[in-house]
């Protein structure tokens, strides 16, 4: 900390596509905040890609990996990194972001030092692809009963739970503009989380390589006694599936499988899942998937 101004450390994941990140990082030095340490994870990105990164400044820390560590170990990557520095909190961003507040990180700091119960905050995130305003977007999800978590991860079931969608998504909540909400999940593509925290209980868990992440960190932050908060007194614009190549309108089989292995990997770590419903899960998924491509 300097004088008394929390210290925190940007962790920005790269995967070839460079250009959004030194665009980010170009964002991240007009901020108002006066103490802020960027650091660059590339995640084994093509090598004219990496080359771009060359462009960062000369004070932005760049790390490469030899292998793509998936979302989960690359951010660990930049938040356990002996930088000569010790930040308060780490600030994990996408690098698909466009960050239009000044304010943006003195506006997250902010929320969590008036809430000390608070061990990870998010702003709002605005998905650039969605056709909704920011108002009606779906920004952080509840962690409810292992039956209920199971029902929620299979698409097949999704017109039968209404209701338990709408709880699990926070819309009784909504709008969540210029307000705190308490909730149990962060949103991935943004978040703050206290440094002290990770010292004590680790970072993210590393038994998923894309997906589901948000709901692992707020299990294991509820677990710990403490809790996750949405600020909506602040946004990000998100440019959703540039690294992953996801959009509406086709099918990424490996995507969807991604999607469903990580919440398989909750289910049978954090909600004790047996061999059997782990074994249902993966066929209803997978049909999910065929019913997909079919309709698509």
Partial sequence: MNNNIPAVRVVILNYNESSYTVDLVKQL??????????????????????????LLPDHVITLFSEENLGYARGNNKGIIAKTGKTPDYHLILNNDLIMEDVDFVKKLVKGMLLHPRVAASSPLV?????????????????????????????????????????????????????????????????????????????GLDEGT??????????????????????????????????????????????????KYQSALYYLKKYENLGGVRSAVFVTLNEISILLKKIIK
């Fill in 126 to 202: 605005d998905t650039v692809a969605v056709d909704q305003p920011l108002e009606d977007q779906i920004q952080v999800r509840r962690i409810l009963s292992a039956d209920q978590m199971f029902k929620l991860a299979v698409p097949l079931f999704t017109p039968f739970i209404k209701n338990l969608t709408h709880y699990f998504l926070y819309r009784d909540q909504m709008p969540f503009v210029n307000k705190y909400t308490v909730c149990d999940s962060i949103n991935g593509a943004a978040f703050m989380i206290d440094a002290a925290f990770v010292q004590v209980y680790g």
């Fill in 209 to 258: 390589f894309l997906y589901y992440e948000e709901i692992i960190l707020g299990r294991k932050i509820l677990e710990a006694k403490k809790t996750c908060m949405l600020n909506g007194y602040t946004s990000v614009k998100h440019l959703q599936g540039i690294s992953t190549g996801s959009n509406s309108k086709t099918v990424n089989r490996k995507m969807e499988v991604y």
């Fill in 29 to 54: 030095e007009k901020q108002s905040y006066p103490s802020l340490e960027i650091v660059v994870v590339d995640n084994a990105s093509k090598q004219e890609e990496k080359q771009l990164l060359k």
